[in-house]
């Protein structure tokens, strides 16, 4: 298994070879070596999971009194409905892939999966934030 960066470094096959080497390399796939050490990957996985939960519980809450309190079905109070949907959607679709890596101690989705990652995460906090700044002027 191969263990190094890509900030230029000399990295390592497991077995002692190095990875620029002559010759035939191992089969196999390149893997980098983990960012953190395992107790910092515990550490950013509950911090992500208090994060993701309080955001899904206190937005679905807005939600909820929203469609259950008649008076609160006021056009500004639309708006903020708006801004926790989509905070919602960051709670539940930023958090997770993030989440999991954490707690598998590095990125394990494939090239799909960070670009979704990406995407939805940009996707949703951009319209939560455009929302805002649209109300601000």
């Not at 679905?60 to 639309?78: E, G, S």
Request: hydrophobic share 40%; proline share 4%; aromatic share 12%.
């Amino acid at each position: 298994m191969y263990s190094g960066n890509r900030s230029g470094g000399q990295g390592h096959w497991e077995g002692g070879g190095a990875a620029g080497a002559e010759g035939p390399g191992p089969a196999g796939t390149l893997s980098p070596a983990p960012l953190f050490s395992p107790g910092t990957y515990e550490r950013l996985a509950l911090l992500l999971g208090s994060i993701g939960l309080l955001g899904v519980g206190n937005n679905l809450l807005v939600l909820v009194l929203y469609y259950k309190f008649q008076r609160l079905r006021t056009p500004t109070h639309l708006l903020l409905v708006n801004i926790s949907l989509s905070d919602l959607l960051v709670s539940l679709f930023g958090v997770t892939f993030t989440f999991v890596s954490c707690l598998r101690n590095g990125w394990v989705w494939d090239t799909v999966g960070c670009v979704w990652d990406g995407f939805s995460s940009s996707l949703f906090e951009k319209s939560s934030s455009h929302k805002c700044m649209c109300d601000a002027f």
